[in-house]
């Protein structure tokens, strides 16, 4: 691979250290701070580019008539429809760049990779968002802020990223 390409991490961008959640906080983890040494980091708030800003109301997904939606906790409002919009707002920050890989924050309605746990559902599932994206970038790694936790699996996955992207 030529030096002169520069290979992107896309990232959830709360866990940067941006106080984008609902309660306006950030959930900073120093792994992915660690990636900037290594790649070009793209950060995206999900919830922030639907336009919902923060502070805001806690969404969870519900599914009905057979699809699964976006409501607010609070005012049972349904945001499905800004899930396109933050899609084509983020296809704006990744431009042409090379990701090979995501860092999602777990947990979230928007950004999880298997661990958001649906309120009328008993199996996790990835949030919104992060699905569509996977289906996006089929030949990218995802992964959560907790799988990179660990010195070994966070030293695996940038050696991974350099030697096989
Ligand atoms: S988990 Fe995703 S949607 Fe929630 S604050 Fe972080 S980046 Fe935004």
Known sequence: ??????????VSSCLTGEKVR???????????????????????CPEMLMGLGTPRETISLQQQSGAWQIIGNESAHNYTHLA????????????????????????????ALGTYPPPQDKVARDGLIAERLRLKFPS?????????????????FVHTLKHES
């Open 22 to 44: 609902h309660d306006a906080t950030s959930k900073t983890s120093t792994a992915v701070l660690a990636l900037s040494n290594s790649f070009g980091l793209l950060k995206f």
């Open 84 to 111: 396109d919009i933050a899609l084509a707002e983020i296809d704006k920050i990744f431009g042409d760049k090379r990701i090979v890989a995501f860092v999602m924050k777990s947990r979230s309605p928007s950004c």
């Open 1 to 10: 691979m030529p030096n002169s390409i520069k290979l992107y991490v896309a």
């Open 140 to 156: 990218a790694l995802f992964v959560d802020e907790q799988q990179l936790e660990n010195d070994v699996a966070f030293a695996e």
